[in-house]
Nanobody, 113 residues
Framework: VQLQASGGGLVQPGGSLRLSCAASGIIFSINNMGWYRQAPGKQRELVAAIVRNSSTNYADSVKGRFTISRDNAKNTVNLQMNSLKPEDTAVYYC????????WGQGTLVTVSS
């Protein structure tokens, strides 16, 4: 199983980034997919999740700014992040959950002027 995350980088406050996660080795369509993040010195937290029927849920801190989506034909899950704030700075991880839980390698997002 591989979850390959991409799209992180340095962005100014108020800017946007789009993270993508390409999955292989799993039956993507039956997995619940999520994006988590871990800031320095903090615990990993759920940012957004999208389940098999494409229902979504978001952390309160990102509601209205971030949008999670999935493409079952391409085995990808994306996170569109708008109006980024310095407190969004973290390593972002892709997660796939069905019976087992799988993690990607993480991609660093830095929001700074």
């Amino acid at each position: 199983v591989q979850l390959q995350a991409s799209g992180g980088g340095l962005v100014q406050p108020g800017g946007s980034l789009r993270l993508s996660c390409a999955a292989s080795g799993i039956i993507f369509s039956i997995n619940n997919m999520g994006w988590y993040r871990q800031a320095p010195g903090k615990q990993r937290e759920l940012v957004a999740a999208i389940v098999r029927n494409s229902s979504t849920n978001y952390a309160d801190s990102v509601k209205g700014r971030f949008t999670i989506s999935r493409d079952n034909a391409k085995n990808t899950v994306n996170l569109q992040m708008n109006s980024l704030k310095p407190e969004d700075t973290a390593v972002y991880y892709c997660n796939a959950q069905f019976v087992d839980s799988y993690w990607g390698q993480g991609t660093l997002v830095t929001v700074s002027s």
